[in-house]
């Protein structure tokens, strides 16, 4: 799932895995773990996402490959914020071509900014505060454009709007899916 900060990645992953009866894995959520173990890596991570910076993408493989092997050997997953660039994508190619985790589809929910800011200032997580929103909005908006073409041009995007009830684009994506 690519979908900017406040985009509904989290929501949408919940009620899809749900659904589908697979894993739900997000990228985000793995990092704050290892934050909260307080290791070493942990309080590097912490660093970058305090700031609304992309945590480097070694520590992203290192940390989400395991947890995604792992729910792929279970029947499956839902990624949600990996990959967000397009050298993470084009590197993630290669580790599922060897693992046989290949993707099936990359949904995209388009979401307004203004309405990105409102759900991120309502949710009022460590790093949803008005600076670090703007700091991350602009780098998913350097990032996402490259990404969506990359996955557009591999037929594999699934763009919906992200703007409706929760219900109604759990149904628009199911719709489309393979
Ligand atoms: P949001 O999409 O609202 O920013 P996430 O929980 O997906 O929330 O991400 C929070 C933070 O975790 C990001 O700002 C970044 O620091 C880090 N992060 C998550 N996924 C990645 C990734 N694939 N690559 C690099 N950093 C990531």
Same mark, same amino acid.
């Given at each position: 799932m690519v979908a900017a900060p406040g985009g509904g990645k989290g929501t949408q992953g919940e009620r899809l895995a749900a659904d589908y009866g697979i894993q739900h894995v997000s990228s985000g959520d793995v990092l704050r773990a290892e934050v909260r173990a307080g290791t070493p890596v942990g309080r590097e991570v912490a660093g970058y996402q305090k700031r609304g910076d992309l945590v480097p993408d070694q520590i992203v493989f290192d940390l989400l490959t395991p947890v995604v092997s792992a729910a792929a050997a279970r029947g499956g997953y839902i990624l949600d914020g990996?990959? !967000?660039?397009v050298p993470q994508a084009v590197a993630a190619a290669d580790v599922g071509r060897r693992l046989d985790l290949t993707l099936d589809a990359a949904v995209y929910l388009n979401v307004p900014d203004p309405v990105l800011l409102q759900r991120l200032l309502a949710r +009022? !997580? +460590? &790093? &949803?505060t008005a600076e670090v929103i703007k700091h991350r909005l602009d780098v998913f908006a350097e990032t996402s454009g490259p990404l969506i073409d990359y996955y557009r041009d591999r037929g594999i995007l699934v763009e919906v &709007?992200? &703007?409706?009830p929760p219900e109604s684009i759990t149904a628009d994506i199911e719709a489309r899916l393979p």
């Open positions: 990996f990959p !967000r660039t +009022a !997580r +460590a &790093d &949803d &709007d992200g &703007d409706q």
